[in-house]
């Protein structure tokens, strides 16, 4: 129940293109859900975050759809950028345990 | 604001001896830091979790005895790898969070290498 599941493993966009990463959840609890991006080598950075009081959460070019019922999530990247390369991993946690539950990540490749 | 900074970004060292890695919050105070490792091509796997002046709680199958925490102040925590093993050689990654139940922050990472 606490697992978060993430998909694609990995996804491969032409430039200009639309990115689309799926993550689902089982505990109801979970309030907070973060995107973060990773470039290899480094450390993660947060991209976008969504609580469920709301549906969507746009910042750029960087959407996150969120479906309470379905329990379900989704990072969209617009317009996707070669600079977009890295490995996204999306989380959840409740205001209660601030422990993230992480998925397993997904390698974006932009191609040029 | 919110930046994490670790030191070293990497080390390598002989099988036996022990490594202190920092993690420092540089523009806020964080009561609650964490310890992270990452193996290749997968997900972060919490370590341990630290609050300032207080023992660090540690996530199942991590031994406390060889992963030494400490968190002195509330932009500082340590981590030690005692008498260091080839099988411990990772990306170690620390975070901060501000207060219970919001953003962590992460730091650049340590890559260790034990020969």
């Known amino acids: 129940q606490q697992q978060v599941k993430q998909s694609p493993q990995s996804l491969i966009v032409q430039k200009g293109g639309i990115s689309i990463i799926n993550c689902a959840y089982e505990?109801?609890?979970?309030?907070?859900f973060p995107w973060y991006q990773q470039f290899p080598g480094k450390g993660p950075a947060l991209l976008i975050a969504i609580r469920p009081d709301v549906s969507e959460k746009k910042e750029g070019r960087f959407t996150i759809s969120f479906n309470k019922s379905a329990k379900q999530f989704s990072l969209h990247i617009m317009d996707s950028q070669p600079g977009d390369s890295a490995t996204y991993f999306c989380?959840?946690?409740?205001?209660?345990?601030?422990?993230?539950?992480w998925g397993a990540g997904t390698k974006l490749i932009i191609k040029p | 604001g919110a930046v994490v900074s670790q030191h070293p970004s990497w080390v390598i060292c002989k099988s036996g001896t022990s490594v202190k890695i920092e993690c420092r919050s540089l523009?806020?105070?964080?009561?609650?830091m964490f310890w992270y490792r990452q193996f290749p091509k997968q997900s972060l796997m919490l370590m341990a979790t630290?609050?300032?002046?207080?023992?660090?709680?540690?996530e199942q199958g991590v031994e406390k005895d060889k992963f030494l925490i400490n968190h002195a102040s509330l932009t500082l925590s340590t981590l030690t790898v005692t008498s260091a093993h080839p099988e411990d050689s990772s990306f170690y990654i620390c975070?901060?969070?501000?207060?219970?139940?919001?953003?962590?922050?992460f730091g650049p990472g340590t890559r260790l290498l034990v020969l």
């Open positions: 523009d806020f105070q964080a009561t609650t």
């Open positions: 975070s901060a969070q501000r207060g219970t139940g919001e953003t962590q922050y």
């Open positions: 505990n109801t609890a979970f309030d907070y």
């Open positions: 630290s609050n300032e002046g207080s023992k660090a709680t540690y």
């Open positions: 989380a959840a946690s409740t205001r209660s345990n601030y422990q993230l539950i």
